[in-house]
């Protein structure tokens, strides 16, 4: 069985090249396009395979060109596949817009009937109640999240959810989730912080109201560990970015990797962020994913810089 189960959308990315995001109503030039595979659980299942970990994956696809792409192009790496592919369906397309600084900006079409449903998740119980972690986010149906957590928790699986892209729920909602993995404005909508709230003050309000593990990524700030009653920051590892698309979902898979294996939270983030560092240097996501190989050196060559 695989250490890691995960559920999530698959579908086209298409990426374009801009100098800067259009306004309203304008019509701007991309300066060129790039098409591969994607979706956020497509990501990170691609990820943590490349990372090493062994890895199963269960997706809703279309019967149509974009479907039977990520369906081969993820069967070549090994992972084990449950992709459902109605007749009917049509897959999911995001478009996304990349800027000078590497910044971007997603839409995504989710696709008719592609939506998993609680009978689906039947095929891949199993790999749920084997797994050391169960990885989550918020491109699939709540009812599926909330039930394949349920599995999870009567089988001693650890949730690590990746509330993205962010709704606001009842915080009842993730009571059974061990991890919870939102980025800064994530967070803020779904713990209703103010604006103007400092990362100390996040972390310190988080930290007064949590019963679970919150890990907040800050982008260049670095990422915020909050638990009941405590709080820390770790400083992001300074890179050149070139494009940042993927780079949460190369941190949840690292993060899932590392916890998979009983590292501590605190080298479970620091390899993270390692790996989504390193991915920002790289165009696209698919080929910007690091090994464990590329992410081991650079933890390596840091900590020695460290020392000098």
Avoid: W
Wanted: glycine share 6%; with cysteine; proline share 3%.
């Amino acid at each position: 069985m695989a250490k890691i189960a995960i559920i999530g959308l698959s579908g086209g990315s298409l990426f374009m090249r801009v100098d800067k995001m259009p306004l309203l109503s304008t019509t701007i030039v991309a300066k060129d396009m790039h098409i591969e595979a994607g979706g956020k659980g497509y990501n990170q299942a691609m990820a943590a395979s490349k990372m090493g970990q062994s890895v199963s994956y269960l997706s809703k696809i279309g019967n149509d060109y974009y479907g039977n792409y990520v369906k081969t192009y993820m069967e070549k790496t090994g992972i084990k596949t449950y992709f459902l592919q109605p007749p009917l369906a049509t897959t999911a397309i995001a478009t996304i817009l990349i800027n000078q600084n590497g910044e971007n900006e997603v839409i995504v079409y989710q696709g008719k009937n592609t939506t998993l449903n609680i009978e689906d998740l039947e095929i891949f119980k199993e790999e749920i109640k084997k797994a050391d972690v169960l990885l989550l986010q918020y491109e699939i149906s709540l009812d599926v999240i909330k039930k394949a957590i349920d599995i999870a928790k009567a089988n001693d699986t650890f949730v690590i959810l990746n509330p993205a892209p962010a709704i606001y729920l009842d915080k009842t909602f993730y009571q059974n989730v061990d991890i919870l993995t939102p980025n800064l404005e994530e967070a803020r909508l779904l713990f209703d912080i103010p604006a103007n709230f400092s990362i100390e003050k996040i972390g310190r309000y988080l930290s007064e109201i949590t019963t679970n593990t919150i890990i907040v990524t800050l982008g260049s700030k670095g990422c915020l560990l909050v638990q009941k009653n405590s709080y820390r920051l770790f400083k992001a590892y300074h890179v050149n970015s070139v494009d940042t698309t993927g780079a949460g979902d190369i941190f949840n898979a690292a993060l899932a990797k590392k916890i998979s294996a009983k590292s501590s939270y605190e080298d479970a983030i620091s390899y993270a962020m390692a790996a989504s560092a390193i991915s920002v240097t790289k165009p696209y996501v698919m080929d910007a994913i690091p090994s464990d190989e590329e992410i081991s050196a650079f933890l390596k060559l840091y900590n020695l810089k460290q020392k000098n």
